[in-house]
Protein backbone atom coordinates (compact mmCIF):
# COMPACT_ATOMS: atom_id res chain seq x y z
CA UNK A 1 0.00 0.00 0.00
CA UNK A 2 1.03 3.32 -0.60
CA UNK A 3 0.33 6.69 1.54
CA UNK A 4 -0.55 9.84 -0.54
CA UNK A 5 -0.81 13.43 0.60
CA UNK A 6 -2.13 16.08 -1.41
CA UNK A 7 -1.90 20.27 -1.21
CA UNK A 8 -3.50 22.48 -0.60
CA UNK A 9 -6.41 20.37 0.01
CA UNK A 10 -8.60 23.29 -1.39
CA UNK A 11 -8.28 26.31 -2.96
CA UNK A 12 -10.58 28.98 -4.36
CA UNK A 13 -8.95 31.08 -7.06
CA UNK A 14 -9.35 34.00 -9.75
CA UNK A 15 -9.73 33.63 -12.55
CA UNK A 16 -6.56 34.02 -15.16
CA UNK A 17 -4.12 32.59 -12.65
CA UNK A 18 -2.58 29.30 -11.61
CA UNK A 19 -2.76 26.83 -9.42
CA UNK A 20 0.18 24.21 -8.29
CA UNK A 21 -0.78 21.01 -6.29
CA UNK A 22 1.47 18.92 -4.91
CA UNK A 23 1.11 15.35 -4.47
CA UNK A 24 3.81 13.25 -2.08
CA UNK A 25 4.27 9.54 -1.81
CA UNK A 26 5.41 7.80 1.12
CA UNK A 27 7.08 4.91 -1.04
CA UNK A 28 8.94 5.11 -4.27
CA UNK A 29 6.31 4.58 -7.43
CA UNK A 30 6.74 4.47 -11.14
CA UNK A 31 3.84 5.50 -11.89
CA UNK A 32 1.68 8.27 -10.98
CA UNK A 33 -1.91 9.39 -12.35
CA UNK A 34 -3.62 12.84 -11.89
CA UNK A 35 -7.06 12.94 -12.07
CA UNK A 36 -9.91 15.51 -12.95
CA UNK A 37 -13.47 15.04 -10.91
CA UNK A 38 -16.39 17.41 -11.14
CA UNK A 39 -18.72 17.91 -9.25
CA UNK A 40 -21.29 14.89 -9.31
CA UNK A 41 -19.43 12.81 -12.12
CA UNK A 42 -16.66 10.01 -12.61
CA UNK A 43 -12.86 10.71 -12.95
CA UNK A 44 -11.58 11.55 -15.94
CA UNK A 45 -7.46 11.04 -16.28
CA UNK A 46 -5.47 13.79 -17.06
CA UNK A 47 -2.21 12.59 -17.46
CA UNK A 48 0.24 10.07 -16.70
CA UNK A 49 3.64 10.99 -14.79
CA UNK A 50 6.48 8.56 -15.01
CA UNK A 51 9.68 9.39 -13.48
CA UNK A 52 12.65 10.51 -15.90
CA UNK A 53 9.91 11.23 -18.83
CA UNK A 54 7.55 13.49 -19.76
CA UNK A 55 4.01 13.13 -18.69
CA UNK A 56 1.66 11.33 -21.25
CA UNK A 57 -1.53 13.10 -21.67
CA UNK A 58 -5.02 12.15 -22.38
CA UNK A 59 -7.24 13.29 -25.37
CA UNK A 60 -8.24 16.53 -24.46
CA UNK A 61 -5.69 17.55 -21.88
CA UNK A 62 -2.47 19.85 -23.01
CA UNK A 63 0.75 20.47 -21.71
CA UNK A 64 0.28 24.01 -21.79
CA UNK A 65 -3.23 24.33 -19.45
CA UNK A 66 -1.58 21.49 -17.34
CA UNK A 67 1.74 21.22 -16.71
CA UNK A 68 2.97 18.57 -14.46
CA UNK A 69 6.56 17.79 -13.29
CA UNK A 70 7.95 14.63 -11.58
CA UNK A 71 11.34 15.38 -10.15
CA UNK A 72 11.79 12.04 -8.14
CA UNK A 73 9.91 8.57 -7.58
CA UNK A 74 8.05 9.88 -4.34
CA UNK A 75 6.55 13.39 -5.75
CA UNK A 76 4.60 15.12 -8.31
CA UNK A 77 3.04 18.56 -9.11
CA UNK A 78 0.47 19.49 -11.32
CA UNK A 79 -0.05 23.25 -12.48
CA UNK A 80 -3.57 24.51 -13.84
CA UNK A 81 -3.01 27.31 -15.61
CA UNK A 82 -4.37 30.14 -16.79
CA UNK A 83 -8.18 28.69 -15.00
CA UNK A 84 -11.53 29.60 -15.49
CA UNK A 85 -14.49 28.54 -13.78
CA UNK A 86 -14.46 25.28 -15.86
CA UNK A 87 -11.77 24.12 -13.87
CA UNK A 88 -13.70 23.94 -10.68
CA UNK A 89 -13.22 20.41 -9.79
CA UNK A 90 -11.55 17.89 -7.27
CA UNK A 91 -7.84 16.95 -8.61
CA UNK A 92 -6.93 13.82 -7.55
CA UNK A 93 -3.70 12.04 -7.63
CA UNK A 94 -2.65 8.10 -7.54
CA UNK A 95 -0.09 5.53 -7.81
CA UNK A 96 -0.67 1.96 -8.76
CA UNK A 97 1.19 -0.62 -10.47
CA UNK A 98 0.03 -2.47 -13.44
CA UNK A 99 -2.76 -4.71 -12.57
CA UNK A 100 -2.79 -3.74 -9.27
CA UNK A 101 -5.42 -1.58 -7.30
CA UNK A 102 -4.49 2.28 -7.16
CA UNK A 103 -3.77 4.44 -4.01
CA UNK A 104 -5.11 7.76 -3.84
CA UNK A 105 -4.64 11.03 -2.33
CA UNK A 106 -7.27 13.54 -0.50
CA UNK A 107 -8.12 15.33 -3.49
CA UNK A 108 -7.77 19.18 -3.85
CA UNK A 109 -10.93 20.99 -4.31
CA UNK A 110 -10.81 23.62 -6.69
CA UNK A 111 -12.81 26.64 -6.88
CA UNK A 112 -12.34 29.56 -10.19
CA UNK A 113 -14.33 32.45 -9.55
CA UNK B 1 -12.36 7.25 -22.27
CA UNK B 2 -14.98 5.78 -20.20
CA UNK B 3 -15.91 1.84 -20.82
CA UNK B 4 -18.16 1.60 -17.27
CA UNK B 5 -21.30 2.09 -16.59
CA UNK B 6 -22.97 1.49 -13.45
CA UNK B 7 -26.65 1.37 -12.47
CA UNK B 8 -28.37 2.59 -10.47
CA UNK B 9 -26.88 6.05 -10.66
CA UNK B 10 -28.35 6.29 -7.24
CA UNK B 11 -29.44 3.82 -4.76
CA UNK B 12 -31.04 4.63 -1.10
CA UNK B 13 -31.81 1.52 1.25
CA UNK B 14 -32.72 1.22 5.00
CA UNK B 15 -30.04 0.25 6.67
CA UNK B 16 -29.13 -3.66 7.64
CA UNK B 17 -30.95 -4.45 3.96
CA UNK B 18 -28.60 -5.66 1.60
CA UNK B 19 -27.55 -2.95 -1.56
CA UNK B 20 -26.73 -4.15 -5.15
CA UNK B 21 -24.64 -2.23 -8.01
CA UNK B 22 -23.48 -3.21 -11.42
CA UNK B 23 -20.84 -2.39 -13.56
CA UNK B 24 -20.70 -2.75 -17.59
CA UNK B 25 -17.69 -2.62 -19.37
CA UNK B 26 -17.18 -2.92 -23.47
CA UNK B 27 -13.73 -4.45 -23.99
CA UNK B 28 -11.38 -7.22 -22.61
CA UNK B 29 -10.22 -6.31 -19.16
CA UNK B 30 -6.95 -7.98 -17.07
CA UNK B 31 -9.44 -7.06 -14.03
CA UNK B 32 -11.82 -5.24 -12.34
CA UNK B 33 -11.75 -2.89 -9.45
CA UNK B 34 -14.48 -1.49 -6.96
CA UNK B 35 -13.65 1.98 -5.18
CA UNK B 36 -15.81 3.87 -2.51
CA UNK B 37 -15.96 7.71 -2.52
CA UNK B 38 -16.75 9.53 0.95
CA UNK B 39 -18.28 12.80 0.33
CA UNK B 40 -15.85 14.37 -2.40
CA UNK B 41 -12.84 12.85 -1.04
CA UNK B 42 -9.59 10.35 -2.31
CA UNK B 43 -11.10 7.15 -3.29
CA UNK B 44 -10.37 4.33 -1.22
CA UNK B 45 -9.86 0.68 -2.88
CA UNK B 46 -12.12 -1.78 -1.99
CA UNK B 47 -11.80 -5.17 -4.02
CA UNK B 48 -9.78 -6.32 -7.33
CA UNK B 49 -11.40 -9.50 -9.31
CA UNK B 50 -9.00 -10.97 -11.90
CA UNK B 51 -10.64 -11.92 -15.24
CA UNK B 52 -10.12 -15.26 -14.53
CA UNK B 53 -12.24 -15.21 -11.48
CA UNK B 54 -15.36 -15.46 -10.93
CA UNK B 55 -16.96 -14.23 -7.50
CA UNK B 56 -14.46 -12.89 -4.62
CA UNK B 57 -15.46 -11.93 -0.89
CA UNK B 58 -13.98 -9.16 1.83
CA UNK B 59 -15.95 -8.57 4.90
CA UNK B 60 -19.23 -7.65 4.19
CA UNK B 61 -18.42 -7.07 0.45
CA UNK B 62 -19.44 -9.85 -2.43
CA UNK B 63 -17.84 -8.87 -6.44
CA UNK B 64 -19.35 -10.66 -9.15
CA UNK B 65 -17.49 -10.79 -12.51
CA UNK B 66 -19.06 -12.20 -15.69
CA UNK B 67 -17.15 -11.80 -18.42
CA UNK B 68 -19.20 -13.37 -21.20
CA UNK B 69 -21.24 -10.58 -20.52
CA UNK B 70 -19.24 -8.08 -19.57
CA UNK B 71 -20.59 -7.00 -16.66
CA UNK B 72 -19.77 -6.86 -12.59
CA UNK B 73 -21.53 -6.70 -9.72
CA UNK B 74 -21.19 -5.60 -5.89
CA UNK B 75 -22.91 -6.57 -2.80
CA UNK B 76 -22.39 -5.09 0.38
CA UNK B 77 -24.44 -7.07 3.05
CA UNK B 78 -25.95 -5.65 6.28
CA UNK B 79 -25.82 -2.21 5.09
CA UNK B 80 -24.94 0.33 7.56
CA UNK B 81 -24.99 4.38 7.89
CA UNK B 82 -20.75 4.82 7.10
CA UNK B 83 -21.48 2.90 3.78
CA UNK B 84 -22.86 5.85 2.56
CA UNK B 85 -20.76 6.66 -0.38
CA UNK B 86 -20.27 6.93 -4.15
CA UNK B 87 -18.90 3.58 -5.53
CA UNK B 88 -17.16 3.52 -8.53
CA UNK B 89 -16.10 0.64 -10.88
CA UNK B 90 -12.56 1.06 -12.83
CA UNK B 91 -11.19 -2.07 -15.34
CA UNK B 92 -7.87 -2.47 -16.78
CA UNK B 93 -8.31 -3.44 -20.12
CA UNK B 94 -6.05 -5.59 -22.09
CA UNK B 95 -5.09 -2.50 -24.32
CA UNK B 96 -5.35 0.31 -22.24
CA UNK B 97 -1.91 0.37 -20.94
CA UNK B 98 -2.12 0.12 -16.87
CA UNK B 99 -4.72 2.57 -16.91
CA UNK B 100 -7.82 2.35 -15.30
CA UNK B 101 -11.10 3.13 -17.05
CA UNK B 102 -14.36 4.22 -14.73
CA UNK B 103 -17.47 3.72 -14.38
CA UNK B 104 -20.01 6.62 -13.96
CA UNK B 105 -20.31 6.00 -10.19
CA UNK B 106 -23.50 4.76 -8.07
CA UNK B 107 -24.23 7.00 -5.08
CA UNK B 108 -25.62 4.54 -2.25
CA UNK B 109 -27.41 6.53 0.35
CA UNK B 110 -28.34 4.20 3.83
CA UNK B 111 -31.06 5.50 5.74
CA UNK B 112 -30.52 4.70 9.39
Known amino acids: SAVISQKPSRDICQRGTSLTIQCQVD?????MFWYRQQPGQSLTLIATANQGSEATYESGFVIDKFPISRPNLTFSTLTVSNMSPEDSSIYLC??????????FGPGTRLTVT | SQQGEEDPQALSIQEGENATMNCSYK?????LQWYRQNSGRGLVHLILIRSNEREKHSGRLRVTLDTSKKSSSLLITASRAADTASYFC????????????WGAGTKLIIKP
Open chain 2, 27 to 31: TSINN
Open chain 1, 27 to 31: SQVTM
Open chain 2, 90 to 101: ATDAMDSNYQLI
Open chain 1, 94 to 103: SVGGAGYEQY
